[in-house]
């Protein structure tokens, strides 16, 4: 329930309303539940807006993600709001040790095609899903993705998720939220299931 | 990334089928941001299974989850996935201080819809959002919600969001995440921005 008020106003030559408007750079890490469910969530309030969508998924799974990605998909053809893009990465490929260079190379190809989107300015809001696995792993540099981030142009707002988020997509993260595990139905003998997990 | 391999299997006379579709009750915690996101990301899930959703909002806000609320109404009257049922118990009243007792009241009446819909058995996942925090005041008592929770009948999941959960509350969940805060742009000086906040 954030209330409104700054704990501190900046000395960045900034008026309250550019500062507000200011883009941001989100990253859910941790162990927890809920990192990419709450990148989902997050969508459906810029889709509300009326905000061009980019979904990049750098996580190849049959069954992962289908309910946001349907609901995402019908909410964008709705035409109520903002148009949805839903760049499914992991198709064709796994993460599998023994499949790893060509996920490496899928994932490098996602982050390019990402490149290419925020030069072009083509979403306002891109929700980057499982990112944090291939900058953890040093399949794409971090470095070279704070840079690119730092220097996006106009008002692009990204969300990256994943366990081990790298210390430097933190420090330059302007929210930071992570998630711990305190109870999971696994821990008592439960799997995951239909509707809950996927 | 769940592995699908419980840790260990319990001595519970129920076959892996029947504790995968066990109801569950999770709560997300913690002061950080994502709790409700990720609960209405999850009920996207729930209506691409085709599942009767009910989101109980015990918060007043003009602007807060309008984003959420336009999105679930949309996906439920789609036709494509479940149904969708939003009780808005914040419109009318308040959680200011002077407010105080008709705001307990209406949360109290909130509590009383939320128990006549478990007894009917009318959605299959409740978002109640915000409800720890009429716990944590003692608005409402915390050992009746958890004594009708563990007897509802049924499947049917039901997460519940908001700061300071109470212990007896987080015993008795299947699932706990806590959002932890690790950065946030208001300590920045940042306020709160459209399409992102709400």
Redesign the interface.
């Known amino acids: 329930?954030?209330q409104?008020?700054?704990?501190?106003?900046?000395d960045?030559g900034l008026t309250?309303r550019q500062?507000?408007?200011?883009p941001?750079l989100m990253v859910?890490t941790?162990p927890?539940?809920?990192?990419?469910?709450?990148?989902?969530?997050?969508a459906?309030?810029?889709?509300?807006?009326g905000?061009p969508v980019g979904v990049f998924q750098f996580?190849k799974s049959a069954k992962w993600r289908?309910?946001?990605e349907?609901?995402?998909r019908?909410?964008g053809a709705?035409g109520?709001?903002g148009p949805v893009v839903w760049h499914k990465m992991g198709e064709g490929w796994s993460w599998t040790q023994r499949d790893m260079e060509s996920s490496e190379e899928a994932a490098r190809e996602g982050w390019e095609q990402v490149k290419r989107d925020l030069a072009a300015e083509t979403h306002?809001?891109y929700v980057l899903d499982?990112f944090a696995y291939p900058l953890h792993w040093g399949w794409i540099d971090t470095a070279e993705v704070v840079a690119v981030l730092r220097a996006r142009p106009g008002t692009q707002?990204v969300v990256i998720t994943g366990?081990n988020a790298p210390p430097e997509l933190?420090d330059a993260?302007?929210?930071?939220?992570?998630?711990?595990?305190?109870?999971?139905?696994?821990?008592?003998?439960?799997?995951?299931?239909?509707?809950?997990?996927?």
């Open positions: 329930m954030p409104g008020k700054p704990n501190t106003v900046p960045d309250t500062r507000r408007n200011r941001l859910h941790g927890g539940k809920g990192k990419s469910t709450a990148a989902f969530g997050m459906l309030r810029a889709w509300n807006q905000w996580v289908v309910g946001e349907r609901a995402l019908v909410l709705s109520e709001g306002r809001l499982e707002h366990r933190l993260a302007d929210l930071v939220t992570e998630m711990t595990k305190v109870k999971h139905p696994m821990d008592a003998g439960q799997k995951g299931q239909r509707g809950i997990e996927w």
